[in-house]
T-cell receptor
């Protein structure tokens, strides 16, 4: 079993839809939670960073962490075609440096 | 400002050849990471440097993989005697002293024939 599980999709939604992306993890030592966006043939770009349970909002993006369930989510409101990309969850331990990534969910927002 | 840069962007190697991949981190970033991303997968950790010291190389898949950062800035990932299974995108990331945020380069896509 992988340390971080993520549904690879692909996920296709109409423009303006609310998108929900999710990851589960198994190691309770993980304390820092990130969402990266990766466009085709580009490097991952950090979208959201959080270290506590609860919600964190930034514009159209909301990151949600439930440490008791070892479950993290990214919500995208009013999705746009420019949001079409692969979304990667990434997690690291409190004392560590390396990131452990999910497989990524491929999202397509259609006009 | 300038982000993380990597070169070459694309590399095709014949099986058995040695390759060297370069990473230029963001100026002043003390931490540097290498990740390997296979097609359709998330990046997987290879190795980590703090300045010139290689503090973690637990992700290097075999002794054919070697990384260095001799002056604490530019880093090179070397793969000896390349195999087809080494075909992947190799990503470099750097971060400042807090290591909270890792900034990724565009990657080098390696294809081994």
């Amino acid at each position: 079993q992988k340390e971080v599980e993520q549904d690879p999709g692909p996920l296709s939604v109409p423009e303006g839809a609310i998108v929900s992306l999710n990851c589960t993890y198994s190691n309770s030592a993980f304390q820092y939670f990130m969402w990266y966006r990766q466009y085709s043939r580009k490097g991952p770009e950090l979208l959201m960073y959080t270290y506590s349970s609860g919600n964190k909002e930034d514009g159209r993006f909301t990151a949600q962490v439930d440490k008791s369930s070892k479950y993290i989510s990214l919500f995208i409101r009013d999705s746009q075609p420019s949001d079409s990309a692969t979304y990667l969850c990434a997690i690291r331990t409190g004392g560590g440096n390396k990131l452990t990534f999910g497989t990524g969910t491929q999202l397509k927002v259609e006009l | 400002g300038a982000g993380v840069s990597q070169s070459p962007r694309y590399k095709v190697a014949k099986r058995g050849q040695d390759v060297a991949l370069r990473c230029d981190p963001i100026s002043g970033h003390v931490s540097l990471f290498w990740y390997q991303q296979a097609l359709g997968q998330g990046p997987e950790f290879l190795t980590y440097f703090q300045n010139e010291a290689q503090l973690d190389k637990s992700g290097l898949p075999s002794d054919r993989f070697f990384a260095e950062r001799p002056e604490g800035s530019v880093s090179t990932l070397k793969i000896q005697r390349t195999q087809q299974e080494d075909s992947a995108v190799y990503l470099c990331a750097s971060s400042d002293q807090t290591a909270d945020t890792q900034y990724f380069g565009p990657g080098t896509r390696l294809t081994v024939l």
